[in-house]
């Protein structure tokens, strides 16, 4: 039963790595193997740290407490995520309603060299690189912790926060001028949402 909890654990909290690969395809920047392996296992260590904190204040609390305060923490975190989008595009509807704004945080600085008059390198600096693996580690530390509060266990979280980091980030920045990748793109603190209100509601009744 942990495979299919563990399976939306990593795909949400590796919907920010897709964002991030879309944006520097469009921009023509590629990002090599040995990259995307560091950066997927720099947020495999943000993934494995907050899990563990979370086993930690199991140990402390009561256990139904636990697994019932980690599941409400997934639904509050996904319905912020959802409000957060609605809002964003509300927002941004009225300002310019031709103009649809991207959902994740992590990719507005991203975007904001998308439009500079500076033309980008062809392949991440080492500094990119880092800059990046800490952004999309430091993501995934509230969605770890209360994952694991709600029963999820260590090693099926790490497998597949690691295999869907390095998957989308690979897939976005290869196919980045895919018109279907990019409307996923804007709908991924939606579907970010939605996984973690499903992922919440699963560990609350199992």
């Given at each position: 039963?942990?495979?299919?909890p ?6 949400s909290?590796?919907?920010?790595a ?6 520097y395809?469009l921009?023509?920047?590629r990002?090599k ?5 560091f ?8 993934t ?11 140990l402390?609390?009561?256990?139904s ?5 980690g ?14 989008w609605?809002?964003?595009v509300?927002t941004?509807r009225?300002?310019h309603p031709?103009?649809?704004?991207h959902s994740?945080d992590v990719?507005q ?5 998308i ?8 392949i ?8 990046l ?12 912790l209360?994952?694991s ?5 260590l ?5 597949m ?20 990748l990019?409307?996923?793109?804007y ?5 970010s949402?939605?996984?973690?209100i ?9």
């Open positions: 039963m942990q495979f299919f563990s399976l939306l654990f990593g795909i909290a590796s919907l920010d897709l964002l991030v690969g879309i944006s395809g921009r023509g920047v990002i193997s040995l990259q995307n392996l950066i997927s296992l720099v947020s495999l260590l943000g494995c740290l907050s899990v563990c904190l979370g086993s930690r204040l199991l402390i609390l009561p256990a407490l636990a697994d019932r305060t599941s409400i923490i997934l639904m509050l975190l996904g319905t912020y995520y959802i409000a957060k609605t809002f964003g509300l941004c009225k300002a031709a103009e649809i704004p994740a990719n600085s991203v975007n904001t060299e439009t500079s008059a500076e033309k980008p390198p062809l991440l600096t080492a500094a990119e690189t880092l800059v693996s800490l952004t999309l580690s430091v993501n995934n530390i509230g969605i770890g209360s994952a509060m709600a029963g999820l266990f090693l099926p979280a790490a497998v926060t690691f295999l869907c980091s390095a998957l989308f980030l690979f897939s976005g920045n290869r196919l980045g001028q895919s018109r279907l990019r409307l996923i793109g709908a991924a603190d939606p579907l949402g939605l996984l973690l499903g992922l919440g509601i699963i560990q609350l009744i199992f």
